[in-house]
Each structure stands twice: as structure tokens, then as C-alpha cells.
């Protein structure tokens, strides 16, 4: 079982930039590939970033590709996305969450996989 907390999560003007982290309990963190996701009123669920267990392999949204990097430190049991020239349409609520099952091989972007999910963090961007 792992229990997700989101925090760093704000405003702040297009083109800048914030860090979030996710702070999960469980002894079996370092085990579980982490997602990021994202949900925008009135729109669906969408994928942003993961990242495997290890840390060695990372797949991101096209959207975000070159601005958004996805991090974990398994000693402090948190994972991270530094998010860079943020843009209005990143306005969301930021939701981190961990893979079904520990020591997955497959980094998975579909929102199925994951069964453990934080509250969520606001992140507004203005123009």
C-alpha cells in the first residue's frame, strides 16, 4: 500500500516555472513506477510524466516534452516534476500516482495502470 501527497503547486506567469514533489508512505516506494497526470475542469484525465522504479527510464506527454523533467529520489520516498516555461494550458490540477503492482518493467501513460492516487496539487498559469 502507498499513500501519495502532492505539494508545490501555485501561480505563476507564463513562461515560468515550478517544482512539484509527491511525498508517498509505504516502505515499498523505491518498487513502483510513479505517474504524474493532470485534469483541467471539464476535461478528461491526462497523462503527463512517469518514471520507473529505478529512475532509468522516463516517458513524457508530448505536450510537455522538453519543458516538464520527472525525477524520484527513493532515499527521501519522493518523486518530482519540474515543470519549465509553463504555458496557460498547463493550468490543471496535478495528481501523482503510483503503478498497480511493484518492480513493473513497462513505464505506463494510461491512467488504468495506476491504483494509488494523491489529492492533488493546483497549478494555475496566467498569460
Known amino acids: 500500500q502507498v499513500q501519495l501527497v502532492e505539494s508545490g503547486g501555485g501561480l505563476v506567469q507564463a513562461g515560468g516555472s515550478l517544482r512539484l514533489s509527491c511525498a508517498a508512505s509505504?516502505?515499498?516506494?523505491?518498487?513502483?513506477?510513479m505517474g504524474w497526470f493532470r485534469q483541467a475542469p471539464g476535461k478528461e484525465r491526462e497523462f503527463v510524466a512517469a518514471i520507473s522504479w529505478r529512475g532509468g527510464s522516463t516517458r513524457y506527454a508530448d505536450s510537455v516534452k522538453g519543458r516538464f523533467t520527472i525525477s524520484r529520489d527513493n532515499a527521501k520516498n519522493t518523486v518530482y516534476l519540474q515543470m519549465n516555461n509553463l504555458k496557460p494550458e498547463d493550468t490543471a490540477v496535478y495528481l501523482c500516482a503510483a503503478d498497480r503492482g511493484p518492480d513493473s518493467i513497462i513505464v505506463y501513460s494510461r491512467s488504468q495502470r495506476y491504483d494509488y492516487w494523491g489529492q492533488g496539487t493546483q497549478v494555475t498559469v496566467s498569460s
Open positions: 509505504g516502505r515499498t516506494f523505491s518498487t513502483y513506477n
